[in-house]
């Protein structure tokens, strides 16, 4: 339960027909996440990461199947290449994953401080 004193009065409600698109949102909660800016920046370029190692997944594949096609001249190659694609193949598709958990991990805080002051003002 909010406790507030007796003489505030309460805020001017909104105009349930008016339209609110994408930027005056933002610019509403901008105050509130820039008192995280660097998490924010983190957040955003986890996301970016996460983005283009999800990029990368179908290129590595896509390179793991013409690299089956490996003439017999090179013997070392039979195992090496596949090989090494697969695990590069594996590898993004982890960091994907990863990434994606360290930018809910770093703007979790954000958001539940966005999420706790846009409260207390409607």
């Not at 996440?33 to 999800?54: D, T």
């Not at 096609?69 to 590069?88: E, W």
Request: one cysteine or more; glycine letters at 4%; a positive charge.
């Amino acid at each position: 339960m909010r406790r507030t004193p007796a003489s505030s009065s309460p805020p001017p409600a909104a105009d349930p027909n008016a339209k609110r698109n994408d930027w005056a949102t933002i610019r509403t909660l901008l105050p509130y996440l820039w008192v995280y800016k660097w998490r924010v920046m983190a957040a955003l370029l986890c996301l970016v990461g996460a983005k283009m190692a999800n990029i990368g997944v179908p290129l590595v594949l896509k390179n793991i199947v013409d690299r089956l096609s490996i003439s017999p001249s090179h013997p070392y190659a039979l195992l090496v290449l596949p090989l090494g694609a697969l695990i590069a193949y594996g590898a993004l598709r982890f960091s994907t994953t990863l990434f994606t958990e360290l930018r809910e991990f770093l703007f979790a805080r954000v958001t539940q401080r966005a999420v706790r002051c846009r409260c207390a003002f409607t």
